[in-house]
């Protein structure tokens, strides 16, 4: 009776799977396009993804958990690429016929693509997997659409926070009877809390990347024109609003960053962290993306980083703002993927969705509504001190080629501490560049 009933339980898996699939089970390859980095040398083997930390760790595992762990026969084949270059080779792809099955996107360059028909529409698919798109926070849905048509799955809201060495504010006697830190409200007290800082640790106050791509400090600028009430965009994308009174006072703020010492314009990304883990910075200006890999990093000993905080990226003018984006998960579109691949591809963003909590581990906000309710989210370590962000976040508008506009910001922001421009002449060519890239979508 006992093996009978075992062979009516495998009966009815199959029938199951043949149902689902069109069939039995056959191993299907697909292709995951992303950036966060390499780490096969220590996460290669990871499964329990409980033991993986930081962005690449945790996709990293999350991905061999379901390669492990799937009933279909679906594999993931991960193909990585760097950060500033992904999208040219995304775009590439679709030239070469090497086409991903599923790839990471910001939400900031999703229209780049969705109007030009190149992801595949998700609103039938998602609903077919169970997912529950009212589960999403209202922002994240958003993102992931166009045209009352879903093009990605949304994993995350990531934004700038203000990363912190305690030992050394409280060397600078920035701290308050709590032990928070002692934050800047305006733009004169950051200037101000930055002397002390430097004059009493000889430390620089605050570490940002400020040589490469990257472009930590256009994300600042962008945060301070929200905070004055100027939208640096309009919601159509053909205007900017960059050569503006409060564009000046957002420059010189940031331009004072530097020429006071406050900041070494030396840094690049991976540099800035260095900086800061060694101890050398009190204030690192970086996103939630971090939080995770640095919070680890304090605990171990092995870095001059100790009492590690966070903190919401203070508001020095009268509205509450701060830079933000979304990661997301897209099936770009391609004809000739089979229907095997584009099952497995499925099955994929909903194991991705379903353990979205894991992803939320490396400091990001989670955008299913559900995870940030959850007890086990607000244990997670440093979440209270930045709970804020996801209320403040603040985006530029869907538009087509806003990473070009970002690009062109970058280049003429950095050459006020590269090169000495001074922040009128860089507000005039940051304008003139952006207005350049807005006249592709007149």
Same mark, same amino acid.
């Given at each position: 009776?006992?093996?009978?009933?075992?062979?009516?339980?495998?009966?009815?898996?199959?029938?199951?799977?043949?149902?689902?699939?069109?069939?039995?089970?056959?191993?299907?390859?697909?292709?995951?396009?992303r950036?966060?980095?390499?780490?096969?040398?220590?996460?290669?083997?990871?499964?329990?993804v409980?033991?993986?930390?930081?962005?690449?760790?945790?996709?990293t595992?999350?991905?061999?958990k379901?390669?492990?762990?799937?009933?279909?026969?679906?594999?993931?084949?991960?193909? %990585?690429?760097? $950060?500033?270059?992904?999208? /040219?080779? @995304?775009? &590439?792809?679709?030239? =070469?016929?090497? !086409?991903?099955?599923?790839a990471?996107?910001?939400?900031?360059?999703?229209?780049?693509f969705?109007?030009?028909?190149?992801?595949?529409?998700?609103?039938?698919?998602?609903?077919?997997?169970?997912?529950?798109?009212?589960?999403?926070?209202?922002?994240?849905l958003?993102?992931?659409?166009?045209?009352?048509?879903?093009?990605?799955?949304p994993?995350?809201l990531?934004?700038?926070?203000?990363?912190?060495?305690m030992?050394?504010?409280?060397?600078?006697?920035?701290?308050?009877?709590?032990?928070?830190?002692?934050?800047?409200?305006?733009?004169?007290?950051?200037?101000?809390?930055?002397?002390?800082?430097?004059?009493?640790?000889?430390?620089?106050?605050?570490?940002?990347e400020?040589?490469?791509?990257?472009?930590?400090?256009?994300?600042?600028?962008? %945060?301070?024109? $929200?905070?004055?009430?100027? /939208?640096? @965009?309009? &919601?159509?994308?053909k =205007?900017?609003? !960059?050569?503006?009174?409060?564009?000046?006072?957002?420059?010189?703020?940031?331009?004072?960053?530097?020429?006071?010492?406050?900041?070494?314009?030396?840094l690049d990304?991976?540099?800035?962290?260095?900086?800061?883990?060694?101890?050398?910075?009190?204030?690192?200006?970086?996103?939630?993306?971090?939080?995770?890999n640095?919070?680890?990093?304090?605990?171990?000993?092995?870095?001059?980083?100790?009492?590690?905080r966070?903190?919401?990226?203070?508001?020095l003018?009268?509205?509450?703002?701060?830079?933000?984006?979304?990661h997301?998960?897209?099936?770009?579109?391609?004809?000739?993927?089979?229907?095997?691949?584009?099952?497995a591809?499925?099955?994929?963003?909903?194991?991705?969705?379903?353990?979205?909590?894991?992803?939320?581990?490396?400091?990001?906000?989670?955008?299913?509504?559900?995870?940030?309710?959850?007890?086990?989210?607000?244990?997670?370590?440093?979440?209270?001190?930045?709970?804020?962000?996801?209320?403040?976040?603040?985006?530029?508008?869907?538009?087509?080629?806003q990473?070009?506009?970002?690009?062109?910001?970058?280049?003429?922001?950095?050459a006020?501490?590269?090169t000495?421009?001074?922040?009128?002449?860089?507000?005039?060519?940051?304008?003139?560049?952006?207005?350049?890239?807005?006249?592709?979508?007149r």
């Open positions: 009776m006992h093996k009978t009933k075992m062979l009516q339980r495998l009966a009815l898996a199959t029938t199951l799977m043949t149902a689902l699939w069109g069939g039995a089970a056959q191993a299907v390859d697909i292709s995951f396009f950036f966060f980095g390499d780490c096969q040398g220590e996460y290669g083997e990871v499964t329990d409980t033991k993986a930390n930081g962005e690449c760790g945790i996709i595992a999350l991905t061999n379901f390669n492990a762990e799937n009933t279909i026969g679906a594999k993931v084949v991960t193909q %990585t690429a760097e $950060w500033g270059a992904y999208y /040219d080779l @995304l775009t &590439a792809t679709y030239s =070469t016929g090497n !086409i991903p099955d599923v990471v996107m910001h939400a900031s360059v999703m229209p780049n969705s109007d030009r028909d190149l992801l595949t529409p998700l609103t039938k698919p998602i609903a077919d997997l169970g997912i529950q798109t009212n589960d999403f926070v209202p922002a994240a958003k993102n992931a659409t166009a045209k009352n048509e879903i093009y990605a799955l994993y995350d990531h934004a700038l926070l203000f990363h912190i060495n030992d050394l504010m409280k060397k600078a006697g920035l701290v308050n009877a709590d032990g928070s830190p002692i934050l800047p409200k305006s733009p004169e007290e950051l200037l101000e809390q930055g002397k002390k800082f430097k004059e009493a640790t000889g430390k620089y106050y605050i570490g940002s400020a040589q490469s791509s990257e472009g930590m400090m256009v994300r600042l600028f962008d %945060t301070l024109l $929200w905070q004055q009430g100027v /939208d640096v @965009l309009s &919601a159509d994308g =205007t900017a609003s !960059i050569n503006t009174a409060e564009g000046l006072n957002a420059a010189k703020l940031i331009s004072s960053i530097f020429s006071e010492g406050l900041a070494n314009p030396a990304y991976p540099g800035s962290e260095q900086a800061f883990l060694n101890g050398e910075t009190g204030i690192l200006l970086n996103g939630t993306w971090g939080v995770d640095y919070d680890t990093q304090a605990k171990s000993g092995k870095v001059a980083l100790k009492d590690y966070v903190a919401n990226v203070p508001q003018y009268a509205k509450p703002s701060v830079w933000a984006d979304s997301m998960w897209v099936i770009p579109k391609d004809d000739n993927r089979s229907e095997d691949k584009t099952k591809a499925l099955a994929f963003l909903k194991f991705l969705n379903d353990n979205s909590f894991q992803w939320s581990r490396t400091g990001h906000l989670s955008t299913r509504q559900s995870v940030l309710n959850s007890e086990e989210f607000k244990a997670l370590p440093h979440r209270a001190e930045f709970a804020d962000t996801a209320k403040n976040a603040t985006s530029l508008p869907q538009i087509q080629n990473r070009a506009v970002y690009n062109a910001m970058i280049t003429d922001l950095n006020m501490w590269l000495g421009t001074d922040p009128q002449a860089t507000l005039e060519a940051m304008q003139a560049g952006v207005e350049r890239v807005l006249r592709r979508n």
